[in-house]
């Protein structure tokens, strides 16, 4: 497992999947700390994207996930070295 962190983010990247976990994310009153985490199979990722050091997955959904981590280019290689490897 690896791990890539920013302030309001962690990205856990497993063998099969990626955890994304957003921290502090203020959703609605009361403004308590708390976190949200998505769970996103490999073989759920379209398009892998680096644009201005910013990580986007493009999703098969249509959706896109933009993850803000300190080693963005490190996170894009290990991406994809695992879907190449699958």
């Known amino acids: 497992m690896k791990v ?3 302030d309001n983010m962690t990205v856990y ?3 099969d999947k990626i955890v994304v976990e957003f921290i502090n994310t203020v959703l609605r009153e009361p403004l308590l700390p708390h976190s949200q985490l998505y769970v996103i ?3 759920e990722i379209l398009g ?3 644009i201005r050091d910013k990580v986007i997955l493009v999703l098969r959904d249509g959706t896109s ?3 803000n981590v300190n ?3 490190g996170l894009v290689k290990d991406l994809v070295n695992i879907i190449k490897s699958e």
Request: glycine content about 0%; overall charge negative.
């Open 65 to 67: 996930l933009e993850l």
């Open 48 to 50: 892998i994207r680096l």
């Open 4 to 6: 890539y962190q920013s």
């Open 71 to 73: 080693d963005p280019y």
């Open 13 to 15: 990247l497993l063998k």
């Open 41 to 43: 199979e490999l073989s």
